[in-house]
């Protein structure tokens, strides 16, 4: 008997592309980061087209390249994500919204906050993708000198992780009586009070704000290493995935799917969502023109440290020229 699935779409937020030339073609929006008008168009068109999701990365430290390619980045500078959000929640019905925030650079106290708040501002549509933060340079904006490392950090995310759950439980749905004639506003034997002690963190509780609508938001994570997908398969419903092809991605699948059974956990309860870089044409002649007219707009000032990050070596010897 056939079964009727569903695809799910999400939209990584970059308010033109993820080209890195974008800004630079004819017709963009150079200051689309900073427009929030055009980013509320882009959600209401989104939500129009039956999009899931429209998730948000962040960054809490401009990326330590070479002035000469860093000068040319348009991503040097992009709105806080649960700034944005809540305001994208005011021009859209259906549409989920995930931030990311920081389990390294963040309090639990105020992630689960904010993400309450979040959930009750657009009526049970947000996300939270979970980062341990990546870049180092981000210790030096909070007052410390070192990047923890990489096991550290993880241990400290699935802390966080439950800390920030046990805060949304900090109320039963219906805690709140609000009976006027009693002057009753809460029942007290319905609030839960976290009192949490670990390695990492120290959160009494309760929190201020009210149960999120859906229980706990959408929990999403984007993490590739080892420790990123065991914590992926133990806690997210969403994985935003980067496979660079076909059988990348099949092998990351079925790794994580096994993770996920070895504890015992419902393979279905998460979602793998793989990126792709979409150009539109009404032909594939006229995508792939708009195609190489982007890399054309490519300086090779930010191209080559752009090339080398992703490759993981030095490039800037490279014959631009040759195969």
Known sequence: MATSRQLRLGAFMRPVSIHTAWWRY?????????????LAGFARTLERGRFDAFFMAD???????????????????SFDPLTLLPALAMVTERLGLIATASTTYDEPYHVARRFASLDHISN?????????????????NFGREDHLEHGARYRRAREF??????????????????????GIYFDPARMHVLDHKGEFLSVRGPLNVARPIQGWPVIVQAGASDAGRQLAAETAEVIFGSARTMADGRDFYAD???????????REH????????????????EAEEKKARLDGLVHPDSGI???????????????????
């Open 256 to 266: 994580v799917k096994g993770r996920m059974e070895r504890i015992g956990r419902p």
């Open 59 to 77: 960054h809490l430290a401009v990326l330590n390249m070479p002035m000469a390619a860093l000068r040319r980045s348009a991503t040097v500078t």
């Open 305 to 323: 440290p752009n090339l080398s990050m992703r490759l993981g070596t030095d490039a800037s010897g490279f014959d631009l020229d040759a195969p």
């Open 26 to 38: 004819p017709g963009a929006l150079p200051d689309a980061n900073f427009n929030v008008q055009h």
């Open 161 to 182: 992780y439950e800390v920030v759950t046990g805060l949304w439980d900090s109320w039963a749905d219906d805690a709140f009586i609000r009976d006027v004639e009693s």
């Open 124 to 140: 049970g549509r947000a996300g939270w993708n979970i980062v341990t933060t990546s870049n180092p340079d981000a210790a030096l």
């Open 270 to 285: 998460l979602k793998i969502l793989p990126g792709v870089l979409v150009i539109v044409g009404e032909t594939q002649a």
